[in-house]
């Protein structure tokens, strides 16, 4: 839809060195990108002040997870009160790669809760794993994945958070769900999101697809009209990733 900007993340994860990374943001600096994309990238924690100094600033920086609460006896962890004076615009909250190490969805939706209280935007994340998809269950999977975030989030909230749709058998597999397996899943969330928090927010939201997203796959997905953008992993790491930001032409 018009109305929802492309949005396209780029998830580092835990990769780089100083080296790589500032050969990374040359890179972005240099790239041609389209203004009709918001853009985000999200380097590993260490990397995330040094990046937003050097990085363009038409391109917006996140962190890759947070701490549930605020500041405190809490080794190991970074609030959200941290990145927002640090200055950081975005965390990505509830990726597949945490829920593994045992995030529950209530858990997760208020760890994106807190960080929308401190003013941080937030790139919510859901998606199945191969079990779900194979059964046909992922509705059943993903639904209260999004449930969890609306029971918490107000409807000035969803201004502030992109959904990313993750399917976990695609993470990192190359096995990119098609364009159709997505677009079902994304149409399927919206009417959902609708019917939990609200015809305006479903419409207004924008539902990106993370997996294996590479620029070959990127424009036929970005076609789907309920497919507003990427959570890219791998491709972020190469110069592919303004292909990816440019694939709607
Ligand atoms: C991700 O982990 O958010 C992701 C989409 O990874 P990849 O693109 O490497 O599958």
């Not at 997870?65 to 500041?71: H, K, S, T």
């Not at 677009?183 to 939201?205: K, P």
Request: hydrophobic share 40%; with cysteine.
């Amino acid at each position: 839809s018009d109305a929802r900007k492309f949005f396209v993340g780029g998830n580092w994860k835990c990769n780089g060195s100083v080296q790589q990374v500032n050969d990374l943001v040359s890179m972005l600096n240099q790239s041609t990108l389209s203004t009709d994309t918001e853009v985000v990238v999200c380097p590993s924690q260490v990397y995330v002040q040094g990046v937003s100094e050097k990085l363009r600033k038409d391109i917006g920086v996140g962190a890759q997870d947070c701490w549930v609460q605020g500041n405190g006896a809490f080794t190991g962890e970074t609030s959200a009160d941290m990145l927002a004076d640090m200055g950081v615009g975005w965390v990505v909250i509830g990726h597949s790669e945490r829920r593994g190490k045992g995030e529950a969805d209530e858990e997760v939706a208020r760890k994106a809760k807190y960080a929308l209280d401190k003013g941080l935007k937030v790139i919510a994340c859901c998606g199945e794993p191969l079990e779900s998809r194979e059964a046909g269950t992922t509705n059943d999977f993903v639904f209260p994945q999004i449930k969890a975030y609306a029971d918490v989030f107000s409807k000035e909230d969803w201004a502030n958070v992109v959904i990313a749709y993750e399917p976990i058998w695609a993470i990192g597999t190359g096995l990119t769900a098609t364009p159709e397996q997505a677009q079902d899943t994304h149409a399927d969330i919206r009417q959902y999101l609708g019917e939990v928090a609200g015809a305006d927010v479903a419409e207004s939201t924008r539902i990106l697809y993370g997996g294996s997203a590479t620029g070959a796959t990127a424009p036929g997905l970005s076609a789907k009209p309920d497919i507003d953008g990427f959570l890219v992993g791998g491709a972020s790491l190469k110069p592919e990733f303004a292909d990816i930001v440019n694939c709607q032409g």
